[in-house]
């Protein structure tokens, strides 16, 4: 876990990355953080600080990713690069549509 005279702009930036998707994904399953807590195991205070941009462990970490129901790499996502992503993936599956269509009037 970080100290709080922590300097390092980016891995601050990646800590606050994971405690806004974790209280979003909390959020969305209308789940309190003592409920998060009990279910993942982990200390009411550690989630606190975890969304509070603190951070913590992996293992605590992973504990919480699948409390939630996820993979502990999709807290590292900003909701951007989740966007982009997904805009990728449509780009990509309308090529191989188009190109198979192609294929099948040959």
């Given at each position: 876990m970080p100290r709080k005279?922590?300097?390092?702009?980016?891995?601050?930036?990646?800590?606050?990355?994971i405690g806004d998707n974790i209280s979003r994904r909390r959020g969305t399953k209308k789940m309190s953080k003592k409920k998060l807590a009990e279910i993942s195991g982990v200390s009411?205070?550690?989630?606190?600080?975890?969304?509070?941009?603190?951070?913590?462990?992996?293992?605590?970490?992973?504990?919480?990713?699948?409390?939630?129901?996820c993979e502990v790499q999709d807290l590292f996502v900003t909701e951007k690069d989740r966007e982009e992503i997904s805009y990728k993936q449509v780009l990509f599956w309308k090529k191989m549509?188009?190109?198979?269509?192609?294929?099948?009037?040959?």
């Open positions: 005279t922590q300097t390092n702009p980016r891995l601050l930036e990646v800590y606050r990355i009411r205070s550690t989630i606190i600080g975890a969304e509070d941009g603190l951070g913590c462990s992996l293992e605590k970490l992973t504990m919480i990713a699948e409390a939630l129901g549509s188009e190109t198979l269509s192609d294929k099948i009037k040959q």
